[in-house]
């Protein structure tokens, strides 16, 4: 005889689990998230949530340590909500701040989907839209490998991009012209002239992996065998990719840059509203 893994009770002959109560488990987790979101969204009192959860968790079999992984989903979901119409408000912004708060949860609990770093592009690119330079809120530990100018302060980083740039190499196309003379078994050499023409393409090469720095004035970007900065009043051209950003700089010799590795989506806004402010 087997117990169930849900209420401890006698499961049957070789089961584990009885079918109502892992019904009412994974229903119990559903409420629990749904809970959390409309707690933080609905602005309600933390007291009221905790007593709810503790109802539900007697009721459904929910163990003390899967609570955690709970409160991560309920914020996820309550951050997509808010973010839905692609817009945080300030108000939106403060109901967020006062779960995170009261519950004091380490980053890697919080952010373990991105939705804390979704929280922080999303207040950054507001405060752009209003005309104001927003500050850093990034916490940066250890030393910067960028000489910043006066009054230029780092908004966002990305460690771990991808730097390709656009090269040109020549190749040939076309066709030998002459006779075949067999040398000896198996060796032939060829007499006559290389009618091929020169024909110049363009690809896209990896150059190296690096740390992406957006300031208020410019991007930039280091690695082991390349650095450089763009200034944003320098860009003619950027388009957004899922997970990088392809750049056109100024210039009669300058090649399309591409970065893979970063949130293209946000990089592109950022870069875009700060160059008209």
């Not at 163990?63 to 300030?90: C, H, M, Q, R, W």
């Not at 012209?177 to 690809?203: D, H, L, M, N």
Request: hydrophobic content about 35%.
């Amino acid at each position: 005889m087997g117990n169930c893994i849900y209420c401890g009770q006698n499961a049957g002959f070789l089961k584990s689990k009885h079918k109502i109560c892992e019904s009412n488990y994974f229903i119990g987790k559903t409420k629990i998230v749904e809970s959390i979101c409309s707690t933080i969204t609905n602005d309600s009192d933390f007291a009221n949530l905790e007593n709810e959860i503790s109802i539900i968790n007697e009721k459904n079999y929910i163990k003390p340590d899967e609570i955690v992984a709970l409160y991560t989903k309920g914020f996820d979901n309550a951050v997509d909500s808010f973010l839905d119409d692609g817009i945080l408000t300030i108000e939106e912004e403060g109901k967020i701040s006062k779960f995170i708060t009261h519950y004091n949860f380490e980053q890697n609990v919080i952010d373990k989907n991105g939705s804390l770093q979704k929280v922080l592009k999303a207040s950054i690119l507001r405060d752009i839209l209003n005309g104001k330079i927003p500050e850093t809120r990034l916490e940066i530990q250890g030393n910067m490998p960028f000489l910043l100018q006066k009054n230029e302060n780092i908004i966002w980083a990305f460690q771990h991009v991808d730097f390709y740039e656009q090269k040109t190499r020549t190749v040939y196309t076309g066709k030998t012209q002459g006779a075949s003379i067999r040398i000896a078994k198996g060796v032939y050499y060829r007499v006559g002239t290389f009618k091929g023409q020169p024909v110049k393409i363009e690809e896209m090469k990896y150059i190296s992996e690096g740390l992406v720095a957006l300031t208020n004035k410019q991007i930039y970007f280091a690695s082991s065998t390349k650095n450089f900065k763009v200034p944003y009043n320098k860009i003619v051209t950027i388009d957004p990719y899922e997970d990088g950003i392809g750049l056109q700089k100024d210039g009669v010799n300058t090649k399309p840059q591409v970065f893979k590795g970063l949130d293209g989506w946000f990089t592109y806004n950022l870069i875009s509203n700060l160059n008209q402010m």
